[in-house]
């Protein structure tokens, strides 16, 4: 259990007793402190206040932060490939095939249990002892995924990607020959109306979405692209491509009735994470990630020079 004390001045009367807090106790998020409130962790004047509660000069405010919740779900010993990792952070090269989070059906061998057994000093996110995703990579795609070790940094990571900080780039093969050596698709991306696993690109449907595309090389009815989204809707490069009829190679839910049709095959789609640029969220320094091409990707090059 762990315990502050403070003891308002005059610089702080007449504040709402959750943005004293706030201020305060700033790598503890508002909701995560509205909670504490609510469940009476917090006294002022050794009285349960509510979250609206104005403070006065010379209250003493006393917060108790309980220990974590242990998270039911089981850490296993998975193979990690570490990009970058320190106190407060990691980034991991995701492999094809390996889930994020545990769901209905992935309940092991998830990103998530890896995590659990590598991180022997998580500090919780919301009160749980768990590891902080700050984004996801679909099943089949494979690359960078940013992990937050402690709830402070997971509140600065999350607020960057909310704010459009973190610079991404992708790389993937995708059918047919891009006209443009490069491009931008602006398109909207919401939830496909009658097929609830999947998003479209409709009109006057979904949430602004935007890909910006480099031709990289060009094959005989394929190409390889270097993508830049800005931002980060579901499924959002494979619905963009597939709409400009490019789907990614091998993605059996956006590329049609045969998406290793021919010669062009990959067992996967053909997309992978490939750079991060971010600001570190303790230090703010200047983090580059990068990771190589995947074995299958990279074997798809080689044998279709």
Known sequence: MQCFEFEVDEASSKKRLDVFL?????EISRSRLKKLIDEDQVTVNEKSRPAGYKVR????????IPPLER??????????EIIFEDEHMLAVNKPAGMVVHPAPGHSQG??????LH?????????????PGIVHRLDKETSGL?????TEAAHKILAAQFKKREIKKEY?????????KDNGTIDSPVGRHQTQRKKMDTRLGHGRPACTHYEVLQRGKNWTYLKLHPETGRTHQIRVHLASIHHPVIGDKLYGGKNPNSGPLKM????????????NHPISGVLLSLFTDLPFDMESFLQSHK
């Open 145 to 149: 995924v940013l992990v937050a070790k």
């Open 118 to 130: 590598h991180c022997k000093d998580l500090s919780g996110i919301g009160g749980v002892e768990r």
């Open 22 to 26: 706030s201020e305060n106790l700033p």
């Open 57 to 64: 000069v010379k209250e003493k405010i006393v917060f108790k």
């Open 267 to 278: 067992e996967r789609q053909a997309l992978h994470a490939h750079h991060l640029e971010l």
């Open 171 to 179: 790389r993937a093969f995708v059918k047919g020959n891009v006209k």
């Open 110 to 115: 998830t990103l998530v249990n890896a995590l």
């Open 71 to 80: 998270l039911d779900t089981a850490s296993e010993n998975i193979p990690l």
